[in-house]
């Protein structure tokens, strides 16, 4: 199995929003089965990006939130109101562009440009002026927590 049959989402790419409000998804981001209506779910994220499932991570998403009860503690239920209130899905059209809704793009300050950050099995999309990945890196230093590396044992 290769990277694209994994669906991995690593690097960084700037786009420009099209005059439609759509994003190219970068092509080596680009999986078959995302071509689909509903392929994507882009949730808010707290820290300010857009949180983007592609097809593969959705499902066991959607698996871990069927066990959450709409019955459940009201911290549960508004963290889930404010998150789906606001979400979106959405595929990709044939040259790899997807639309993000104006409440989306609202809230993560999506104006001209933006910034795609892959996360491995997920990947953000974050306003340049926010986004806390750089391409100005000093050799042999990035400003991350090697404590979450050494948690996962990277």
């Given at each position: ?47 300010g ?5 592609p ?9 871990k ?6 019955l ?16 979106d899905y ?11 809704s ?16 892959g ?28 404590d ?7």
């Amino acid at each position: 199995m290769n990277a694209q049959d994994k669906g991995m989402y690593v690097g960084t790419f700037r786009h420009t929003l099209d005059g439609k409000n759509r994003l190219t998804i970068p092509a080596k981001w680009r999986f078959a089965g995302d071509e689909g209506d509903t392929s994507y779910l882009a949730l808010p994220n707290p820290n300010g990006s857009i949180t983007v499932y592609p097809p593969r991570t959705r499902v066991t998403l959607e698996a871990k939130l069927d066990q959450i009860s709409t019955l459940a503690d009201a911290d549960e239920v508004n963290t889930l109101q404010q998150l789906f209130g606001v979400a979106d899905y959405f595929g990709c059209d044939a040259q790899g562009r997807i639309c993000l809704s104006d409440k989306l793009r609202r809230y993560a300050g999506l104006e001209k440009d933006a910034v795609l950050v892959g996360m491995y099995s997920v990947f953000n999309i974050w306003s340049p002026a926010l986004c806390p990945v750089s391409d100005e890196i000093t050799p042999g230093k990035l400003n991350f927590n090697a404590d979450v590396l050494r948690k996962y044992k990277l």
